[in-house]
């Protein structure tokens, strides 16, 4: 087959408008991939998913009915194509007009006010390059006839094989989310298109993307092969005016039909999440995060009366009428140095403690039996952002987006680094990558904090970096440099660690520890982060401010949040110590408790005399109330008295009780009544945060 009969209609090959040829093969294989899709999901579920006979038909039917709508949604930019299949723009008045709208339009690109200036960034440069190419592209067509017909081929196979290729890339893009996350694409893949760079590294670190994408280019051109052998694409004569309106209102209808089917089945809800997701379209899961990235909590939740709600905040977290509180009377205040390390997913189940029989932590084993330990301890959400937000301003999860990602993220009195820094602290953020990504760089110095990244690390004191950026005992290292240069100020120090090595790519210094197997995995990563807290803490031994220290190690959040329900509790289970020989005792507390408590509860050991708005509280104070918080992007959960409340769009509640299992999981059954005063309390918290 060559390019004169692949371009050329075949007097064998029947003649089909282009419209109906990429438009229907398109459809068919979007269901037909989409129905495998689903059986390979099913197959590679995490371990605690279970489908049952009519769970499995209802993903296959539901997910049926999905796909086709959102495939007649994506044939959209078709349509917009076909229209400008017809003769008529080459008559000599038309074609001149559009030239010099063209030339008027690429002209205004480089003008120095356009608004693509305004965007700023790239978007000057590819409006003169998208331009200029249509510019270019229409000239010739229109003033050299003999190359419309190849012309137009060229165009309709690179469109066919466009849509084909996109369709299998974010097909195997669904299968990779679906194996670190649990879930199809959500707002977390909306997320990492702001960041570009760590996220493509991450990816082509991860996986043999060449082999696969060179894969997917023969499967491409294999499907569109297979079909021009009997058919091909009516070049010329496609539409008249009157099958151009026919065709116009066919769309509309296809359209409406589109979105009524994605909007029906989206809107369903399984008991099971598994069957849930399964069932849904990841392409419109996307779309719908993207469009949906903020939310109003007046506008999504269910609201309390204010004054009702002002009442029982303050009950909750033991603040006065100022909406202050005092943690200790300040006597005998012990202005001790505080290094909180914050882990990348650190589950609970990854430590020896909580069952994990591995030996993966070997270090934070060991500190366990010399720290205080937070046992029913609960991450605030499954995002490292949810797990910064928590611990620097001690309340609740925002609804939608984290404080630290909103414009409005000035916190003032309520962060952590003020407090500590209106007592004499010196406060610093320290990151192992770049601080620009998830806007932490620019929450953390606007709140208290300097920050330290990767950038403030001279190259020959690199010795591992992977994209997402230096290895952890890099970080820990540029940490004793930094503590050791506060040190000698007299001030005591506040410093808080983000560590990056216990993440996809899963890639670190391998001669560091011994591992069975391929060094490349979660595991492997879990132990070498192990490994590099414990040679920093044996670093710091030696230096002479260790013994006025106190060290909290605590995860941001674990390594999966993906569950029978939208929140289930053991996906939130992390662990946390607080260090200090001689000064603070080894003890077990097994209260429940959540992140926001725990600088709370450290400002009450140490006795420090500030003036607080935390809604987060002493955890060891004979007073204090157990209840943890936990949430998605949407969901906002409230667990007390082994109850979880769940607050989600729109003005949704649902309350589950909950019974451990003998393997550390959780079993959470939907309550047909409802519990109105834990109601009142998960949304006197939230309905206050989220003002």
Known sequence: MNLKTLFCSSEKAKQINPLYLIGGHFLSLYLIIGFILRIVLMAFSPADATYTAMGILRSLTVGLLSDFG??????????????????????????????????????????????????????????????????LSFSLRAFIPRIRKAW??????????????????VSAGEFFFWEEFGVRYNFIAVDYLVYTHEVIGNIMESYS???????????????????????????????????????????????????????????????????TQIEQNGAYDFVRAFLNNKLEYDKFYTMLPAAQCEALYRQQTGLDANGTKQLSDGQGAEKCNIVLITVESLSADFLTRYGNKEGLTPNIDRLMTQS?????????????????????????????????????????????????????????????????????????????????????????????????????????????????????????????????????????????IHVEGNPYTR????????????????????????????????????????????????????????????????????????QIDILPTLFSILHLPAKVSFAGNDILSPNFKERAFLATYQDLGYYENHILTVLSPVRKVQQYAVRPNPDGSFEETLLQKQDVGLTQKAVSFYQTVNK
């Open 523 to 594: 595991n492997a990563a879990v132990k070498y982060t192990d490994y590099a807290i414990g040679d920093f803490l044996n670093k710091a031994a030696k230096k002479p401010w260790f013994k006025n220290t106190v060290f909290i190690i605590i995860a941001d959040h674990c390594a999966s949040s993906a569950g029978k329900t939208s929140l289930p509790l053991e996906k939130y289970h992390i662990p946390c110590l607080i260090f200090s020989p001689g000064r603070i005792q080894p003890q077990i507390v097994s209260k429940v408790c959540s």
């Open 70 to 135: 959102m495939g007649l949604l994506l044939l959209i930019p078709l349509f917009v194509f076909y229209i400008g299949l017809n003769e008529y723009k080459y008559k000599k008045y038309a074609a001149f007009s559009i030239c010099l709208l063209l030339i008027a339009g690429l002209a205004y690109a480089f003008w120095p006010e356009s608004i693509f200036r305004q965007y700023g960034g790239g978007a000057p440069r590819i409006a003169q390059i998208f331009l200029g190419w249509k510019l």
């Open 209 to 275: 993307i060449t082999p696969l994408i060179a894969v997917l280019l023969l499967i491409t051109l294999g499907l569109i092969l297979a079909v021009v052998r009997k058919r091909r694409f009516q070049l010329e004569g496609n539409y008249t005016l009157r099958r151009f309106g026919f065709e116009t209102l066919l769309a509309v209808v296809l359209v409406g039909a589109g979105f009524g089917a994605t909007s029906l089945t989206h809107n369903l809800d399984a008991n099971n999440q598994y069957v």
């Open 372 to 512: 205080l330990v937070f046992d029913s301890l609960y991450a605030c959400g499954n995002r490292t952002v949810r797990g910064l937000e928590a611990l620097s301003l001690c309340v609740p999860p925002h609804a939608g987006e984290s404080v630290i990602k909103q414009k409005k993220n000035r916190m003032g009195a309520l962060s952590v680094g003020y407090q500590l820094s209106k007592l004499g602290y010196t406060t610093q953020f320290l990151y192992g990558g770049y601080s620009y990504f998830d806007n932490m760089g620019d929450y953390f110095s606007h709140n208290g904090y300097e920050v330290i990244d990767r950038s403030n690390i001279a190259k020959q004191n690199i010795t591992f970096a992977n994209i997402w950026g230096v290895c952890d005992e890099d970080i820990f290292n540029k940490g004793l440099e930094v503590f050791d240069a506060d040190a000698k100020t007299g001030k005591p120090f506040f410093a808080q660690f983000m560590t990056t090595s216990n993440h996809r790519p899963y890639t670190y210094p391998t001669e560091k």
């Open 152 to 169: 137009r081929a060229c165009t309709l196979y690179l469109t066919w094989g466009i849509y084909i290729l996109l369709l299998l890339v």
